[in-house]
């Protein structure tokens, strides 16, 4: 299959195959690209599709609105917040299936005031990474027993961003990890290294568990509230930025097209597990500089990731 360099190339209307029997877990899917996500797989009719956020208003309304089209999927709204390491453990309690095929990890923060989370973490990298390093914990075991079904495909795709290049050296600062970010020029290190972490743990997952596929995708710079919500210097940053690089900001319609095609579009023997696509199916892992390719770095996340979430209790 070729390199997916242009928009027309996947279209997951026709593009996507009959989901009958998968289920799905998609977060931040009330609003932006994971509802729209929401809305897109259910016609595809798959077993089932969780959800998560905070709105459950929006949440119940979207439930509301797949339910009033021909799709057949059934959608379960469970209210999470990604910061909070318990309530995301609270949260994986309401699964109820037996098997889990496709977990999407799509919620994000881009544009937040300098705090620590609930638990004492930067709040960038608690939310960014650490609420889905625990999810994906708690859903792991079901995960790799549905991997042992005959024909199953179960895979795990993690929403990065091109703002890993702006990590600090060395990737993660681990020990300012329970500190507030001092500045701009601070914030911005603290979100480079949170998506950066999104890249490496995947690509860690991808080395610890084969049989599940494990890719970082990048959705493009789309017009969602996270952008458009943006002070409007940041706004400048960002258009200033697309502009050099002649792009502009993508369609919603557009931006779901990488996590789609990475989910459930491609087949598996076309993408590279563990990999850093850009949109839409461009493999872009050796355009990562050392630091997002190291080995190391990934067993030092994982490690330490794995001793933070470690004696948190559910609500």
């Avoid at 009959?18 to 609003?31: M, N, R, W």
């Avoid at 009033?68 to 469970?78: E, P, Q, V």
């Avoid at 998506?195 to 997952?205: F, G, R, W």
Wanted: aromatic share 8%.
């Amino acid at each position: 299959m070729p390199t997916l360099n242009g928009f027309a190339d996947f279209n997951p209307d026709v593009d996507i195959p009959s989901l009958k029997d998968k289920v799905i877990f998609i977060t931040g899917g009330t609003a932006g690209l994971g509802a729209a996500s929401v809305e897109a797989l259910a016609r595809h009719d798959p077993a089932h599709i969780y959800f998560s956020g905070r709105n459950a208003k929006a949440g119940e309304a979207l439930v509301d609105k797949v339910g009033n089209t021909k799709a057949l999927a059934a959608l379960t709204f469970i209210e999470m917040d990604l910061s909070s390491l318990s309530s995301v453990k609270a949260a994986a309690r309401k699964f109820a299936h037996n098997r889990l095929d496709i977990l999407i990890c799509n919620a994000g923060i881009l544009n937040v005031p300098p705090s620590l989370s609930k638990d004492g973490y930067e709040i960038f990298f608690a939310t960014n990474h650490l609420g889905h390093a625990m999810l994906i914990q708690q859903l792991l075991p079901i995960m790799i027993n549905t991997s042992e079904i005959e024909a199953a495909d179960v895979r795990i795709v993690c929403l990065a961003s091109p703002a890993w290049r702006m990590h600090p050296k060395g990737g993660v600062d681990f020990p300012k990890l329970t500190t507030v970010s001092d500045g701009v020029v601070g914030s911005f290190y603290r979100l480079g290294q949170s998506k950066l972490a999104n890249i490496v743990y995947a690509a860690e997952l991808a080395r610890r568990y084969p049989n599940i596929l494990s890719v970082s995708v990048h959705p493009g710079v789309t017009e969602t509230g996270m952008i458009t919500n943006l002070p409007p210097w940041r706004k400048t940053l960002v258009h200033g930025s697309l502009w050099m690089q002649g792009q502009s900001i993508m369609k919603q319609e557009q931006g779901i097209l990488s996590q789609l095609w990475a989910a459930a579009g491609a087949k598996r023997s076309e993408i590279v597990n563990g990999a850093f696509y850009m949109p839409v199916g461009v493999l872009t892992t050796d355009k990562l500089d050392k630091t997002a390719k190291s080995e190391k770095l990934g067993t030092d996340l994982w490690e330490w990731t794995e001793q933070a979430l470690g004696g948190v209790k559910g609500n």
